[in-house]
């Protein structure tokens, strides 16, 4: 429940303005007892985008209108939260090396996708469109997608 509060509070503020607190007040638990499980902002946030990345970086997803489209509320988090940190990735890649793979990943997952046949053009244009959604998602969040029940996840 903590990961999954906190990739929506990631999501929602990005990284800088996220507080652990709001992670502990979404799951409805005190600081302290996040910081038992995760030592500070960085290691949550790492784990928050690693739980993402299992989420949205799906093999089964790549091409999907399920991938471009998310719709389910926990693909639609992960999508977001990878999105808002590519969008900073020259920020934050310190804080979460991970980050700096997702693109190469991706590309591999679309080329995969896409088939040897038909030219690294479609290939960046599947990327372009992914990428694009998740920072779409991102920017489209609300309050009440962060303030949604954790529980229901």
Same mark, same amino acid.
């Given at each position: 429940?903590?990961?999954? #509060? %906190?990739?929506? &509070? ?12 709001? !992670?502990?007040?979404? &799951? ?7 910081? =038992? ?10 784990? %928050? ?6 989420? %949205?970086?799906?093999?089964? +997803?790549?091409? %999907?209108?399920?991938?471009? /489209? ?12 990878? +999105?808002?940190?590519?969008? =900073?990735? =020259? ?10 793979? !997702? /693109? #190469? ?8 996708? *896409? +088939?040897? =046949?038909? +030219? #690294?053009?479609?290939?960046? #244009?599947?990327?372009?469109?992914? &990428?694009?959604? $998740? *920072? ?6 609300? $309050? ?5 029940? &954790?529980?229901?996840?």
């Amino acid at each position: 429940m903590i990961i999954t #509060a %906190a990739i929506r &509070v990631f999501a929602y503020r990005g990284y800088d303005a996220a507080t652990v607190q709001e !992670v502990a007040d979404l &799951v409805g638990i005190t600081r302290p007892a996040i910081h =038992h499980h995760f030592p500070g902002k960085a290691p949550l946030y790492r784990a %928050a985008l690693d739980r993402a990345y299992d989420i %949205a970086m799906t093999p089964a +997803g790549i091409g %999907a209108e399920r991938f471009t /489209s998310p719709d389910h509320d926990e693909l639609r988090m992960g999508c977001a939260l990878l +999105g808002t940190s590519l969008a =900073h990735s =020259h920020r934050i890649a310190d804080v979460a090396p991970r980050i700096t793979g !997702v /693109s #190469a990943d991706l590309r591999r997952m679309c080329a995969r996708s *896409v +088939g040897p =046949h038909d +030219g #690294a053009d479609q290939v960046d #244009a599947l990327i372009t469109t992914i &990428v694009g959604r $998740w *920072v779409l998602t991102a920017c489209e969040l609300t $309050w009440i997608d962060l303030q949604m029940d &954790v529980d229901v996840l």
